[in-house]
């Protein structure tokens, strides 16, 4: 696949391969270059008074043709997203289905309330909030869910009247390419514009825009936060997680193991909310333990163009390294090994009896990988869940109410999922983490609006 949609300016080249196989390229064009991204955001401000001011039932149409639009190409998409970033296609058809799903929600979000009515404090005037868009929303956006999460992003801004210019991750730029021609289909021109790209065109971006919604890493997420504070630019940044599995002792371990080796080795554990620390509580521990490394064992690290497999490859040959040098020197229980052949892959794994300071105990590996982890009872449990910097999803394994209350109450993440995989996203909720996790409002749901907008407070008086 080729194309230039902006256009190169003291271009480098944008390539993404194949991870599992990298001889494929998958596409090779030019980068948007920095004043091309600058000029994208422009073209998107020209764009912008018009699509505001459509009105809601333009944009509740438009979003609703989106829908419509992708879904026509659903199996396609799900095919270039096996190819591309190496997404089992399953879980790419599942994602595809979810990216219909999202603009079809959020095209009832143009006909409600945007504010309130107040009495004065004194006279006969009437006081009114009102939530306005912000202007052009700039989004950037990792590899991992290359169709839903730029449309989760894109669907809140335009129903609030704002235009889009996506910034997506270089692996994942033939992918945003297929979409964006999609989406463009279904809008008017001008309101979503692709800049691919990296880092420059990531940075020139997040200073070029109204607003500023980027996915990613903790470190680029931070520099991000920083360029677009910088210039006075609203930002939210959703980041990365260590996300702990607690699991008590009342729960049936087959299924917690289920649960979580999907959680830890689903796409490569390439998740923000994949399971990387489990801890075991009391005498769950022994049958846990069994469960869960017979769980992953019996997931092979396989060709993800099949339905039936759950762990494909990882994004690059630096991502495999990263997960067998973490994985060297502890005690395995599953794993640990290289797969032979041609493409990024490593299966899955569990460790144990890990010191205290080991990276796997506090660094984002984002690979098939977890630590088996021993607690004596469900409050050092959550003190250990609770011991490191980010805070984005814990699951927890029991049917005990009082110890899931207590669950609700003290673990520090932002979403807890009970008897279920710490992966998985309910769309329509709030989707976010605590600490270093998250930074600004919400993504998702109504609150995705709070960021998406500001609030203008309108005094109206009598004339005479
Ligand atoms: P990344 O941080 O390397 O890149 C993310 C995006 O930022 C890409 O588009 C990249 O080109 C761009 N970028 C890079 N440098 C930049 C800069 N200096 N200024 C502006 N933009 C820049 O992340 P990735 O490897 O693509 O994705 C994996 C990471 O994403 C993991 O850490 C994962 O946890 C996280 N993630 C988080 C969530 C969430 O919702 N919390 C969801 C999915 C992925």
């Avoid at 504010?115 to 912000?134: F, I, K, Q």
Wanted: proline fraction near 8%.
């Amino acid at each position: 696949m080729t194309g230039t949609p902006v256009g190169p300016l003291l271009s480098s080249r944008v390539v993404s391969r194949n991870p599992s196989d990298p001889r494929d390229v998958v596409v090779d064009v030019a980068s948007t270059g920095v004043w091309r991204t600058v000029e994208a955001a422009d073209h998107a401000r020209d764009a912008y008074r018009s699509w505001y001011a459509a009105g809601a039932a333009a944009r509740s149409a438009a979003l609703t043709a989106a829908a419509h639009s992708v879904e026509q190409a659903a199996a396609e998409l799900a095919d270039l997203a096996v190819r591309e970033v190496g997404k089992p296609l399953t879980e790419a058809r599942a994602e595809v289905s979810r990216t219909v799903s999202i603009p079809r929600c959020y095209a009832q979000l143009p006909y409600e309330a945007t504010g309130s009515v107040h009495e004065p404090a004194s006279g006969a005037g009437l006081l009114l909030t009102r939530r306005r868009p912000r202007g052009v929303a700039g989004l950037i956006t990792p590899w991992n869910f290359p169709y839903a999460l730029p449309v989760w992003k894109a669907a809140p801004a335009l129903a609030a009247g704002n235009t889009v210019v996506l910034k997506p991750a270089p692996e994942a730029t033939a992918c945003a390419l297929r979409l964006t021609e999609l989406l463009q289909q279904a809008l008017p021109k001008g309101v979503f514009t692709l800049v691919p790209g990296g880092a420059p065109e990531g940075n020139a971006l997040a200073s070029a825009v109204d607003a500023v919604s980027f996915t990613g890493s903790a470190a680029t997420g931070n520099a991000v936060v920083r360029t677009a504070t910088a210039h006075g630019i609203p930002v939210q940044a959703e980041r990365g997680g260590l996300n702990a599995a607690l699991v008590l002792p009342d729960a049936d371990p087959a299924r917690a193991a289920a649960h979580i080796a999907t959680a830890i080795a689903g796409y490569a554990g390439q998740k923000c909310t994949a399971t990387s620390r489990v801890i075991a509580v009391g005498a769950a521990l022994g049958p846990l333990r069994d469960a869960l490394a017979d769980a992953l064992r019996a997931i092979p690290a396989a060709d993800p163009a099949q339905p039936t497999t759950l762990c494909g490859p990882l994004i690059s040959e630096q991502a495999r390294r990263k997960v067998l040098e973490a994985a060297r020197d502890v005690p395995l229980l599953a794993g640990g090994k290289p797969v032979e052949g041609p493409g990024w892959y490593a299966g899955p794994t569990l460790a144990e009896q890990v010191p205290s300071g080991h990276p796997l105990l506090h660094e984002e590996i984002f690979g098939p990988l977890a630590v088996l982890l021993h607690a004596t009872d469900l409050d050092q449990a959550v003190r250990m869940a609770n011991a490191v910097p980010c805070g984005l999803v814990t699951s927890v394994h029991t049917g005990d109410l009082d110890a899931t209350l207590h669950g609700l109450n003290s673990l520090d993440t932002g979403m807890i999922r009970l008897n279920a995989p710490s992966t998985g996203v309910d769309f329509p909720l709030p989707f976010d983490g605590t600490k270093s996790s998250s930074h600004g409002p919400r993504e998702q749901g109504r609150s995705a609006l709070d960021f998406y907008t500001s609030t203008h407070t309108y005094s109206l008086h009598r004339a005479t």
